[in-house]
């Protein structure tokens, strides 16, 4: 069994920066691709970034290109999420996710349904 936890979330204004943290406990975390996924009321749960296990490979849902950025450190059994340039529409809250199953070092998914393990998610406000 893996326990991930997040934190770092909180009330930013619009073009703030804030920079989440994931700490795994638990099992092999360095094998697992990693992802964040967000919910904001009333929605369904969405793709916000992923990663493979060696960090080889990145992935970003288009809104947020170029703003967020998703890196890991095995040693630490941590995964980030740094997102800058915040707008309202980033409110939410965020998950980490864990990929438990074997995959090469380039592979990571953009799927919910994929990820075996879950955080119990932080708030982002965004207020404009």
């Known amino acids: 069994q893996v326990q991930l936890v997040e934190s770092g979330g909180g009330l930013v204004q619009a073009g703030g920066s804030l920079r989440l943290s994931c700490v795994a406990f638990g099992r092999t975390f360095s094998r697992y691709a990693m992802g964040w996924f967000r919910q904001a009321p009333g929605k369904e749960r969405e793709f916000v970034a992923a990663?493979?296990?060696?960090?080889?490979?990145?992935d970003y849902e288009n809104s947020v290109k170029g703003r967020f950025t998703i890196s890991r450190d095995n040693a630490k059994n941590t995964v980030w999420l740094q997102m800058n340039s915040l707008k309202p529409e980033d409110t939410a809250v965020y998950y980490c996710a864990g990929d438990a199953a074997y995959h090469s070092g380039t592979y990571y998914s953009t799927v919910a349904s994929e990820y075996d393990y879950w955080g119990p998610g932080t708030q982002v406000t965004v207020s404009s």
């Open positions: 990663i493979s296990w060696s960090s080889d490979m990145t």
